[in-house]
């Protein structure tokens, strides 16, 4: 059974760090297209960041580029997000996602279907 489990999140204060990281298991994602989503009250959920297998092949968002970091391990079947500068605006509930089929390396991640889903974790940022 393929399970992704984030974990990470919690309550921080703004300007603050956190590291998500996303444990995949049942099968090997080292070929797969995996992202992180987030989805803030109220609004729909949304692709802030994707890696393709081919590790130079990512996509951030306007939103957060400067301050997230999307990493993997494929050694141990593990996605990353490093975030900096939290904001309160960050709030919201963060999935991770990868795709079941395996996209040629170069594929733009924000044109994948990301099949696969995490249960999310909840990152609340105090002002």
């Known amino acids: 059974q393929v399970q992704l489990v984030e974990s990470g999140g919690g309550l921080v204060q703004a300007g603050d760090s956190l590291r998500l990281s996303c444990a995949a298991s049942?099968?090997?994602?080292?070929?797969?297209?995996m992202g992180w989503f987030r989805q803030a009250p109220g609004k729909e959920r949304e692709l802030i960041a994707a890696?393709?297998?081919?590790?130079?092949?990512?996509y951030y968002s306007d939103s957060v580029k400067g301050r997230f970091t999307i990493s993997r391990d494929n050694a141990k079947n593990t996605l990353y997000l490093q975030i900096h500068s939290l904001k309160p605006e960050d709030t919201a509930v963060y999935y991770c996602?990868?795709?079941?089929?395996?996209?040629?390396?170069?594929?733009?991640?924000?044109?994948?279907?990301?099949?696969?889903w995490g249960q999310g974790t909840q990152v609340t940022v105090a002002s």
């Open positions: 890696i393709s297998w081919v590790i130079s092949n990512i």
């Open positions: 996602a990868a795709s079941k089929v395996i996209y040629i390396p170069t594929c733009d991640p924000r044109l994948v279907a990301y099949e696969y």
């Open positions: 049942g099968r090997t994602f080292s070929n797969s297209h």
